[in-house]
């Protein structure tokens, strides 16, 4: 095609940063023991090296190192919260509570729970994303041993309000697992500070490699364990077993420190090319809509919905060379737009026409000009193309025609 | 997924984008589809009424790119057929001509209901008794 590719999707995943891929390379040639072979020098350098990362992850969430537990990424830290929470602690109760808007690694993790005889909970959200905390509060019961809140959503950026939570968790004597997958990294995520005792989070979501993530496990006050969902060689405080994925974990180390270094100031520039990019799509294009809390909010996130344009259909208009997402996932019997936005409470109307842009520590100005003046342009086509636009304008009321369901 | 080029080539350049007057006595409308689904079709004929052919035919389409393609294939198909010879097209013709992944195929079945649904409006404005008419009655 010739043109530029232009990413804003690092909600899926961010690129590996060029200092990460540097760090990590000596571990595949120069490095390439095992960290649990204990009795020669090629074990010893691979245990040193994830000691430095566990360290540099450790120091990012401000939690000791020894709470860090290495998994293949924030799926597996989910699943192992949250099965391994409720097979440890069947003696106290088997009810967890959750949200309507989690990540599927902690909806269908609950839903295996339920199948293995436990109880779940699903709070709705308000039609901001936020949990209502009187709700949470009203659903603890004396069987309840877990709730699971993520920190940010994925599809919305929509921040929950953590220390609340932590708080209702604590005094009710249940533990607290959050989903920090789209968080770690990008904001300050200080779990113990707000009551957190287990969080997955994950290297690729912060310019660190794939297939390398953590679950944060609480040691002290409460010492928390989990049942292992991998069983082997007892690695990882035998919570999950599996030969250490040396360079990877050494990539996820280095991208926090960077992380932690640079977060601030890739916040602060990220946000203003967000909020420039939301400002002009929502002046120029009339009937545009942000979704979600923007008070409480990822600096690099918007989710915006253009009244009467089909999502995936736009998409198509620019993603020969612009990569967003859209919550709009009409494939073969799965008509139905995303749950999430759904369970914010958006109709028909908004629920099918939504884009997420997800800004990245490699996203510029040019780039955010070039999809401003793109986007405009394919909601423009798709709503000449549009029937029900077109309804719409001429003021035909669009909920009270007779559709024939398809 | 990858796209075909005549399917992208419908979507980028749709033929026979708009809107008929959907009062006149010589044009039938088809709208289907719903907005929960995520896709409306609304495909206009205008039709001779003494040679019974197709002179005119216009879409809009609100829906993925699979759907908008097989609407504006299905307007170029049917300006110059006869009534009859229109509702012979099916579905699986569109899918074939535009390479519609199994996923889409959903789309051409929308397109051949949006081409049936304007030929039976058609039809009811002059009193042509249509093959569901027929049956109500016989039973």
């Known amino acids: ?406 | 997924m990858a796209y075909s080029e005549k399917l992208l080539d419908h979507f980028k350049n749709p033929r026979n984008v708009g809107t008929l007057d959907k009062n006149s006595d010589n044009v039938g409308t088809g709208l289907v589809g719903a907005p929960e689904c995520g896709d409306v079709m609304r495909l206009q004929i205008e039709v001779d009424p003494i040679t019974q052919k197709i002179t005119q035919a216009k879409f809009k389409t609100f829906g993925c790119g699979s759907a908008i393609a097989s609407s504006s294939l299905a307007t170029e198909w049917l300006k110059g057929k006869t009534v009859d010879e229109a509702l012979a097209i099916d579905n699986m013709a569109i899918v074939e001509e535009l390479a519609l992944p199994p996923v889409k195929i959903h789309c051409s079945v929308l397109a051949e209901d949006a081409i049936k649904g304007a030929i039976k409006d058609y039809q009811t404005k002059h009193g042509v008794q249509t093959a569901e008419s027929i049956a109500a009655t016989t039973h």
Request: net charge negative; glycine share 8%; proline share 3%.
């Open chain 1, 1 to 406: 095609m010739g043109q530029r590719l232009i990413y804003l999707d690092n909600n899926a995943t961010t690129p590996t940063d060029p200092r990460v891929v540097d760090a990590m390379i000596p571990y595949f040639y120069d490095n390439p023991g095992n960290a649990a072979s204990r009795n020669h020098p090629f074990g010893w350098k691979a245990e040193g090296a994830v000691d430095v990362a566990r360290k540099q992850i450790a120091d990012l969430i401000n939690v000791d190192e020894r709470e860090i537990i290495f998994t293949s990424g924030a799926t597996e830290s989910d699943n192992l919260a949250i099965k391994g929470v409720f097979e440890m602690y069947q003696r106290k109760g088997n009810h967890i509570i959750t949200v309507k808007t989690e990540h599927k690694a902690v909806l269908d993790a609950c839903a295996k729970v339920q199948k293995m005889g436990g109880q779940v909970t699903y709070l709705d959200v308000d039609r901001q994303g936020r949990i209502r905390l009187e709700e949470l509060e009203a659903a603890i019961t004396d069987k309840t041993v877990l709730v699971s809140v993520m920190w940010a959503n994925n599809e919305t950026g929509v921040i929950q309000d953590m220390k609340a939570i932590g708080d209702i968790c604590a005094k009710h004597g249940v533990l607290f697992m959050s989903d920090a997958t789209q968080a770690v990294g990008k904001i300050p995520v200080d779990p113990k500070a707000m009551g957190v005792h287990l969080m997955a989070f994950t290297s690729h979501k912060m310019y660190g490699p794939k297939g390398v993530g953590a679950l944060f496990v609480n040691r002290k006050n409460p010492r928390v364990k989990v049942t292992s969902q991998m069983d082997g060689g007892g690695h990882e405080r035998g919570m999950r077993s599996g030969t250490l994925n040396v360079p990877g974990i050494v990539g996820f180390g280095k991208a926090a420190e960077i992380a932690k270094a640079e977060m601030a100031e890739d916040a602060a520039r990220l946000s203003k090319l967000r909020d420039k990019l939301q400002h002009e799509l929502t002046s120029i294009l009339e009937e545009s809509y942000v979704n979600g809390d923007q008070a409480h909010r990822m600096p690099h996130v918007t989710n915006i919905s253009f009244k009467h344009v089909e999502g995936e259909g736009l998409m198509m208009t620019f993603n020969q060379n612009i990569a967003v997402s859209s919550g709009s996932a009409c494939t073969s019997a799965s008509l139905e737009p995303s749950y999430v936005l759904v369970a914010l409470g958006l109709g028909d109307d908004l629920a099918h026409s939504s884009l997420r842009f997800s800004l990245g520590r490699f996203t510029t100005e040019e780039d955010i000009d070039e999809t401003i003046a793109k986007v405009a342009e394919g909601v423009n086509h798709m709503r000449e193309l549009s029937p029900i636009w077109e309804m719409y304008k001429e003021g035909i009321d669009i909920d009270a025609i007779e559709w024939s369901e398809h």
